[in-house]
């Protein structure tokens, strides 16, 4: 597996470590394929009783990685490809739902976009107090993809997830948990420690009924998502190329700065 993607697994509880600290893990398309690949091997893994998602450093993750050069593909590049580029956050979270087993994210530091995409693709997240969630897609001017739409509509309710989405409020520690986004909180540090706690227990429990009720539980809860989010990465791609949204990422790329 590659340096940027580092597993490990002991008594039926994987880790997965996202290892890009250098740009706080942001999602390059090499990531995204790794992530894919590890999630679609551990949903046929023998064994696996729970998979816990955290990072290498201070940060969860930034979200997609902009500057990666693989993510914007020549204008000459076939309709095709660019088309499977801009669904790959997508495939990948929805790779990660599909794990069988129960999965943890452990989060510290910042959650942002793609990050926090990912996140609502597992089944319980563990935030440190000083850890936020951020969704800035709207800002810069386009709408959220990856499937996560559906699934905070699901996790939130539509009043919150218009909130979180469209108007990009930021969720930090105890606000997170109390909106809704997180379901344990920890001091700053511990929400590895924290997840794999929880993973103990869970591999104490049954392995078959705990398969069958988490598989009946997202059956139910995501029936309709592929209807809501089967055109998203088509929308992204339409609404990026936009002047309103090159204006909007401008406007945003001068605030980050003027921040510094």
């Known amino acids: 597996m590659s340096e940027i993607l580092q597993t490990e697994e002991k008594d ?17 398309m090499e990531l995204m394929r790794s992530m894919t690949q590890t999630a679609e091997r551990l949903r046929d893994e023998d064994g696996a009783r729970a ?3 955290t990072a290498a450093g201070e940060n969860f993750s930034a979200g997609m990685d902009l500057k990666d050069p693989k993510r914007w593909p ?7 490809e660019r088309r499977a580029l ?3 956050g997508e495939r990948m ?7 069988p087993a129960m999965t943890l994210c452990a989060i510290e530091g910042h959650c942002i976009g793609g990050g926090a ?19 800035p897609e709207i800002a810069i001017g386009i709408p959220m993809g990856w499937g996560a739409l559906p699934r905070l509509v699901s996790l939130l309710g539509p009043a919150k997830a218009k909130r ?3 108007l990009c409020e930021r969720f930090k520690g105890r606000e997170a948990i109390d909106f809704g986004l997180a379901e344990y909180l920890v001091a700053d540090g511990q929400a590895y420690a924290e997840a794999q706690k929880i993973a103990a227990s869970i591999v104490q429990l049954p392995e078959v009924p705990v398969k069958m009720s988490k598989e009946s539980i997202n059956a139910t809860a995501n029936a309709l998502n592929h209807l809501a989010s089967h055109m998203a990465s088509d929308q992204v ?16 790329a001068a605030k980050r700065k003027d921040r510094r």
């Open 12 to 28: 039926g509880i994987w880790t997965v470590r996202l290892n890009r600290p250098e740009v706080r893990n942001a999602f390059s």
């Open 51 to 53: 998979v816990i998602l």
């Open 74 to 80: 020549a204008e000459k590049t076939r309709l095709a």
């Open 86 to 88: 801009a669904s790959a």
């Open 93 to 99: 979270c929805q790779a990660w739902e599909n794990i």
């Open 117 to 135: 995409a990912l996140a609502v693709a597992t089944d319980f997240r563990v935030i440190g107090a000083s850890a936020w969630f951020w969704l």
């Open 164 to 166: 979180y989405i469209i």
């Open 237 to 252: 791609s339409l609404a990026a190329a936009s002047e309103e949204a090159v204006a909007a990422r401008e406007r945003f």
